[in-house]
């Protein structure tokens, strides 16, 4: 197939692009190389998918209506992974407009350009931050989620939902994936194993939020990326035993659906860093901080319709998934 990525760039965008070139697709990656962290990484990744015959890049911006009217027009794509975003929860106190550019703005264009050029179907990123005031584990996708707790959550709350009223109006078969803490080699620099990793080498302090309390679902990259391709292969279709008298928030009549992707278990902070020691062989300074503004406390997916549905079960423990890790990170920057 030909298949759309956008955000190629960004971590779960260049290894699910990977995984499409290696079993014969043609992708095309469309990224806007922005410096919310390092581009020099973000190039990195795209020189391993410029290896491959069947991918070509296209730098381009979201927020260029004009410019991703073209991208569809001419490269009609069959299938879209829609991946790119302003990611962060924090960020958004201190930059709120961006989240609306991307992933609202953004997305709308995506959409149009599926709408207009016949796109087979659309997987698009969402996230367990749209869970926000839920307390109740694990979050299920039949669950309501109307009290986000930052505006990269709100942001991707109205991403569901605009998903869902272009698969009402115009039949576009859409499929939204909220991801659960991924995590693994070639990862973000602003996630907190990244920054753990280089703060204990470098013999630095690390800082511990909500005094080691929180508990995360660290889901490993090789299986969401797993997840992805097994959602993008199964186009989403209508649900005949939906009712708007007890509407289900994960399917509709139109073709649309919502999946969690995690491990279906929580991790503690302090555990994670402890596998994070053994892997690094080093002990961490650690500076307590109350929790921050947007975090949540704990999260855990319910995965059940994704097993149901397209048979996803995560494989990787998280004693593996650190130390693999770890052995990139050593291995990329150099360090001994």
Not at 101 to 125: K, Q, W
Request: proline share 5%; hydrophobic share 40%; glycine share 8%.
């Amino acid at each position: 197939m030909k298949i759309l990525i956008t955000g190629a760039a960004g971590f779960i965008g260049a290894e699910t692009a990977l995984a499409l070139l290696r079993r014969g697709d043609e992708v095309l990656g469309l990224d806007n190389l922005n410096d919310y962290y390092d581009v020099n990484l973000k190039r990195a990744r795209l020189a391993r998918l410029e290896a491959h015959p069947g991918f070509r890049f296209l730098k381009c911006d979201l927020k260029d209506r004009a410019a991703i009217e073209d991208v569809f027009a001419a490269q009609r794509p069959e299938r879209v992974v829609h991946l790119a975003a302003q990611a962060g929860v924090r960020y958004g106190i201190q930059n709120p407009h961006s989240y609306v550019d991307s992933n609202i703005t953004g997305f709308l264009h995506v959409l149009e350009g599926c709408r207009y050029h016949g796109v087979e179907h659309l997987v698009y990123a969402s996230s367990s931050s749209v869970y926000g005031a839920n307390t109740r584990m694990p979050f299920s996708v039949h669950d309501n989620v109307d009290h986000p707790l930052s505006l990269y959550a709100a942001s991707k709350k109205a991403s569901e939902l605009m998903a869902h009223s272009y698969a009402h109006l115009y039949g576009l078969p859409v499929t939204g994936l909220r991801f659960f803490t991924v995590y693994g080699p070639w990862g973000r620099p602003d996630m907190s194993l990244f920054l753990f990793t280089r703060k204990i080498l470098a013999g630095e302090p690390i800082e511990v939020f909500n005094n080691g309390h929180h508990a995360r679902d660290f889901t490993y990259i090789d299986d969401v990326v797993e997840g992805v391709l097994r959602t993008l292969d199964r186009v989403a279709e209508p649900n005949p035993a939906w009712s708007g008298d007890a509407p289900d928030p994960a399917t509709s009549s139109a073709p649309y659906r919502l999946y969690n992707i995690g491990n279906n278990q929580s991790v503690e902070l302090m555990d994670l860093i402890a596998c994070l020691e053994q892997a690094l062989g080093y002990t961490a300074e650690k500076i307590m901080l109350p929790l921050q503004p947007g975090d949540v406390v704990g999260t855990r997916a319910d995965i059940d319709a994704l097993t149901a549905d397209i048979g996803f079960q995560p494989k990787t423990p998280i004693q593996d998934g650190v130390r693999r890790f770890v052995d990139w990170y050593k291995s990329y920057y150099a360090v001994s």
